[in-house]
């Protein structure tokens, strides 16, 4: 499984921002996904989790009702919708898999296959 994160940017504090994780392999939905971040200096941080159906969602108490998860089976991609963006969520952004449970883990050794990494800033 290969992961590839898009849809980085620089955005002012406020704004929206959606990022995308496209999948590679037949298997996406056997798959629960999350995604993290890492701030420099920072150890990497939790965001949320989604089951491989996607009818199940869990969220960390710092972007729960700002950021929203999503998948879309069909095209092997799921997506992080981020809202009222904030200069405290600029970081290197990560999506994972966990291609062993449907647990919504939030610890990142609970997962098995991470992207590269994309870039999001949030200043003025």
């Known amino acids: 499984v290969q992961l590839v994160e898009s849809g980085g940017g620089m955005v002012q504090p406020g704004g929206s921002l959606r990022l995308f994780c496209a999948a590679s392999?037949?298997?996406?939905?056997?798959?629960?996904m999350a995604w993290f971040r890492q701030a420099p200096g920072n150890v990497r941080e939790f965001i949320g989790t989604?089951?491989?159906?996607?009818?199940?969602?869990y969220y960390a108490d710092s972007v729960k009702g700002r950021f929203a998860i999503s998948r879309d089976n069909a095209k092997n991609t799921a997506y992080l919708q981020m809202n009222s963006l904030k200069p405290e969520d600029t970081a290197v952004y990560y999506c994972a898999a966990d291609a062993t449970t449907n647990t919504l883990n939030t610890r990142d050794i609970d997962y098995d296959y991470w992207g590269q990494g994309t870039q999001v800033t949030v200043s003025s």
């Open positions: 392999g037949p298997t996406f939905n056997r798959l629960a």
């Open positions: 989604i089951s491989r159906s996607g009818l199940r969602t």
